[in-house]
């Protein structure tokens, strides 16, 4: 079967540093997406991993465990506009990806 | 480069009507995706295309819902009769190719925001 876990609300002030955990069950797997997604608005690629690791894309990284079937996104110097809901989407190899709830992150002055 | 265009932005009916959603990928992209956002969770696949022809369609309630991507460009998803429980946003998304989200990940549109009562 497939599964997918993540924290439904995660609050933090500017400046801080806020960590996503993502834990997933599925059949097939070859990568984990992340997206943002804003109230109303479209979701937006994030970062991917297809290794284990880390990836690092500015102010945003992250890691994949394929081992524990445990990813997480790490979000540096928080900012008022990443506020948004935040998604992780494991891929089972023909770009189908599987997205669950999501994260709401809540930047607050 | 341009952006997936979605029309219409909303669209309001009443249960038992008949409603049709429109998209228009980024120029290149051979897939195709539409998935239903119902307000609170996340996006969940109805149906993937590459080129012209359907990848995946498991999702798709046949009975009520079809959609065509005719010359393996723009696409519509059509619903048939309209439920209420069918509101949702729709998405349309697009990828340079199948291989791999390393590369070619997904191009999300606007959506069109359903209601139906």
């Known amino acids: 079967g497939q599964s997918l876990e993540q924290p439904s609300e995660v609050t933090a002030v500017e400046g801080a540093i806020v960590q996503i955990n993502c834990t997933y069950q599925?059949?097939?797997?070859?990568?984990l997406s992340w997206y943002q997604q804003h109230d109303g608005g479209a979701p937006t690629f994030l970062s991917y991993?297809?290794?284990?690791g880390l990836e690092e894309t500015g102010r945003f990284s992250s890691f994949l465990s394929r081992s524990d079937s445990y990813g997480y996104l790490l979000l540096q110097e928080l900012q008022m506009k990443d506020s948004a809901s935040y998604f992780c989407?494991?891929?089972?190899?023909?770009?189908?990806?599987?997205f669950g709830t999501g994260t709401r992150l809540l930047v607050s002055p | 480069e341009a952006g997936v265009a979605q029309s219409p932005r909303y669209k309001i009916i009443e249960k038992r009507q008949s409603v049709a959603f429109w998209c228009n990928p980024i120029?290149?992209?051979?897939?195709l995706y539409w998935y239903q956002q119902i307000l609170g969770q996340g996006p969940k696949l109805l149906i993937q295309f590459q080129n012209n022809g359907v990848v995946d369609d498991s999702q798709l309630p046949k009975d009520r819902f079809s959609a065509e991507r005719l010359k393996g460009v723009d696409s519509t998803l059509k619903i048939q009769p309209a439920k209420l429980e069918d509101s949702a946003v729709y998405l349309c998304?697009?990828?340079?190719?199948?291989?791999?989200?390393?590369?070619?990940?997904?191009?999300f549109g606007n959506g069109t925001r359903l209601t139906v009562t």
């Open positions: 120029s290149g992209h051979a897939t």
């Open positions: 599925t059949s097939g797997f070859y990568g």
């Open positions: 989407a494991p891929e089972n190899g023909f770009q189908k990806l599987v």
């Open positions: 991993n297809g290794l284990d």
């Open positions: 998304a697009s990828s340079l190719d199948r291989q791999s989200s390393y590369n070619s990940p997904l191009h």
